[in-house]
């Protein structure tokens, strides 16, 4: 089988979801520039001379449209052929699965690009007469990077998506899965840098580098790409050895490397203290519960806390990943099979 023909075949069964992707996010971008069209004092200040194509106020729908697509889109292409036997399909054909594996990852990596290009260039173009009546000149180097930028993230997190719809076999669960761990990214952050912080003896600021970072500066931009680089190429690695090993067998199993669900329960319980017990998070879920706000919590209140969610994510973490017969067997410390 040709490679023209591989890509045919993955086009004929993903055409639906690409293209809803790729209309979702074109409407996004026509929305947005007549948002602007028609209330400009509401986006453009009243004596701004220059503006970026990503300084609207407020979090962009575009943007939100995007990390939207980019998820679903990623959870789907590996998901969805679990369901439908149609990984079954591609594993008999005269094809090494890592190029099936490539041709799926660009796939999803070309349709968010393309997708997100178009939508922002509609936006440009409607914004753009906007502008001219306001005598507005527009940052194109500023607009560039921080375009660039974004789609670095977009292409980071759909990876991410990918990840969870390849490894985990449950519809709920991966798009669960997904839903939180993205959201929870910026604690798990913020948590880090606590840490950094305390190891170092620095303030906040000073730990958070990325913060001081300007998108707008080529500096900025390469530390940011050089970040996505990475986290983007250890998970396309990572997938590529996963879509290499993955058995049929374990297709409809919640988890579907049962060989590895003590590193995962592990990396859980870890990245799960970072993100709630040395963040800000934790901070505010021990406030809403005493009714007395600390941002920084005392030292036995942090123990206490992070003991509590060592033994939450290792009893769900358990029961989800070892599907025991009785399910209080999940909070004790007796081994699974």
């Given at each position: 089988?040709?490679?023209?023909t ?54 962009r ?143 906040y ?26 986290i ?41 203290i ?42 769900l ?8 017969d ?12």
């Amino acid at each position: 089988m040709t490679k023209r023909t591989l890509w045919q075949l993955l086009w004929r069964h993903y055409r639906v979801i690409v293209l809803t992707g790729i209309v979702a996010l074109l409407l996004a971008g026509i929305k947005e520039g007549y948002s602007i069209v028609q209330r400009p004092s509401l986006y453009i200040a009243v004596n701004e001379t220059s503006f970026t194509l990503t300084s609207a106020n407020g979090i962009r729908m575009g943007l939100v449209i995007s990390i939207l697509v980019s998820l679903v889109i990623g959870v789907v292409l590996f998901l969805n052929d679990n369901f439908t036997n149609f990984d079954q399909y591609l594993f008999s054909l005269p094809v090494p699965r890592r190029q099936i594996y490539r041709r799926k990852i660009g796939l999803l990596i070309g349709t968010v690009v393309s997708a997100y290009v178009l939508a922002e260039a509609i936006y440009g173009l409607i914004t753009w007469r906007v502008l001219v009546n306001r005598h507005v000149g527009v940052n194109w180097v500023g607009s560039i990077y921080e375009e660039v930028e974004i789609l670095a993230l977009i292409i980071t997190l759909s990876l991410v998506a990918a990840t969870f719809g390849l490894w985990v076999g449950r519809v709920f669960a991966s798009a669960l899965a997904t839903f939180v761990f993205t959201c929870s990214l910026p604690f798990a952050y913020d948590g880090l840098i606590n840490i950094v912080a305390g190891v170092t003896g620095q303030t906040y600021r000073q730990a958070d580098i990325l913060g001081t970072l300007s998108s707008q500066h080529p500096s900025g931009l390469l530390i940011v790409l050089v970040i996505c680089g990475v986290i983007s190429g250890g998970l396309y690695w990572l997938n590529q050895w996963a879509f290499d090993h993955l058995s049929l067998e374990n297709g409809q199993d919640f988890f579907r490397f049962p060989q590895l669900r003590g590193a995962v329960l592990s990396f859980s319980i870890g990245y799960l203290i970072i993100a709630i017990s040395c963040s800000q998070f934790g901070a505010g879920i021990v406030g809403l519960l005493t009714d007395h706000y600390k941002p920084q919590l005392p030292l036995v209140t942090f123990i206490l806390l992070t003991i509590a969610v060592a033994y939450l994510t290792w009893s769900l973490g358990r029961w989800f990943l070892y599907r025991p017969d009785r399910f209080r067997d999940a909070w004790t410390f007796k081994k699974l099979a």
